[in-house]
């Protein structure tokens, strides 16, 4: 059974930071890309970023720069570091992993709240 677990979410101030961790199980790791979106209610669910299996990274042009993409294949986890957070990077985050386009499981979703 494949799982993707999410944790980390929180409520943080404007300009804080937050970790996201995804630990994957039921998978071989080390042959999917990985990552992350996010999803606002009635908004569609968007990218936020993205690592390879070659470790290649990409990043939505909104968190370019403030945003960093990791994954530790030893540990089958991927993890998002988020600094110089907004409040319009309030959201729900979901982990995701890809091996080919039919072969795609989801987290759950963790809660980030960015509010003063």
């Known amino acids: 059974q494949v799982r993707l677990v999410e944790s980390g979410g929180a409520s943080v101030q404007p300009g804080g930071s937050l970790t996201l961790s995804c630990a994957a199980s039921g998978i071989i790791f080390k042959d999917y890309d990985m990552g992350w979106h996010r999803q606002v209610p009635g908004n569609q669910r968007e990218l936020v970023a993205g690592?390879?299996?070659?470790?290649?990274?990409n990043y939505a042009d909104s968190v370019n720069d403030r945003f960093t993409i990791s994954r530790d294949n030893s540990k089958s986890t991927v993890s998002l570091q988020m600094t110089s957070l907004k409040p319009e990077d309030t959201a729900v985050y979901f982990c995701?992993?890809?091996?080919?386009?039919?072969?795609?499981?989801w987290g759950q979703g963790t809660q980030v709240t960015v509010s003063s």
């Open positions: 995701y992993g890809r091996r080919y386009s039919w072969d795609i499981y």
């Open positions: 690592i390879s299996r070659t470790g290649s990274t």
